[in-house]
């Protein structure tokens, strides 16, 4: 069982930064690859970024490549999502998700457990 906790989220101007954290409880946090999908209003929830269990590999969705950035820190059971270059469009709820495959994948189904959200408001 892995329990995620995400924040970071906020009010933000176009342009700002912004940093999302995942804290997960359980000892095989480092066996799992660890995602973000994001969900706007009105839409369904889309696919963002996720890193590999060791961290060596990431994947990107192309709407976000060049302005967001996953990484882990396996001592600490927390992953994060640096997010440059706010556009209004990255308005959504952000969630951490966990996959037991250790691999990156982009799909839903892949994660088993999911985080309650952080909202990320981007005004223009």
């Known amino acids: 069982q892995v329990q995620l906790v995400e924040s970071g989220g906020g009010l933000v101007q176009a342009g700002d930064s912004l940093r999302l954290s995942c804290e997960a409880s359980g000892r095989t946090f480092r066996s799992y690859a660890m995602g973000w999908f994001r969900q706007a209003p009105g839409k369904e929830r889309e696919f963002v970024a996720a890193i590999s269990a060791s961290g060596a590999g990431t994947r990107y969705a192309d709407s976000v490549k060049g302005r967001f950035t996953i990484s882990r820190d396996n001592a600490k059971n927390t992953n994060s999502l640096q997010i440059n270059s706010l556009k209004p469009e990255d308005t959504a709820v952000y969630y951490c998700?966990?996959?037991?495959?250790?691999?990156?994948?982009?799909?839903?189904?892949?994660?088993?457990?999911w985080g309650q959200g952080t909202q990320v408001t981007v005004s223009s």
């Open positions: 998700a966990a996959s037991p495959q250790g691999v990156p994948g982009r799909a839903e189904r892949d994660y088993r457990y």
